[in-house]
Nanobody
Framework: QVQLAESGGGLVQAGGSLRLSCAASGRTFGSYTMGWFRQAPGKEREFVVAISQSGSSTYYADSVKGRFTISRDNAKNTVYLQMNSLKPEDTAVYYC??????????????????WGKGTLVTVSS
């Protein structure tokens, strides 16, 4: 079972950037599809992006496409989320997630099996 710990959240002005990191425990990190989800106050959890085990494939939600970039470093057991051109509507708790299921990345919009505790991103207008 993998354990996930997010970092890098904070307060940023609209138009600014933040980079989130998610460190994973265990020796099989490269076997997991990884993803980021977010939950804004009073709203349901929302899929943001997923990345394949090797990092060669990604799938983004339309709301972040062109602004956010996911990457992973399997040697460091870490996945990253670079967020640029941030908007107030990006304000949310961001969760890192992992799943061992082999499936098209779009299928992970429903969720993943393992979750971090989240990191808060606040974008001021």
């Amino acid at each position: 079972q993998v354990q996930l710990a997010e970092s890098g959240g904070g307060l940023v002005q609209a138009g600014g950037s933040l980079r989130l990191s998610c460190a994973a425990s265990g020796r099989t990190f490269g076997s997991y599809t990884m993803g980021w989800f977010r939950q804004a106050p009073g709203k349901e959890r929302e899929f943001v992006v997923a990345i394949s085990q090797s990092g060669s494939s990604t799938y983004y939600a339309d709301s972040v496409k062109g602004r956010f970039t996911i990457s992973r470093d399997n040697a460091k057991n870490t996945v990253y989320l670079q967020m640029n051109s941030l908007k107030p509507e990006d304000t949310a708790v961001y969760y890192c997630a992992a799943d061992l299921t082999l499936a098209p990345l779009r299928d992970f919009r429903r969720g993943m099996d393992y979750w971090g505790k989240g990191t808060l991103v606040t974008v001021s207008s």
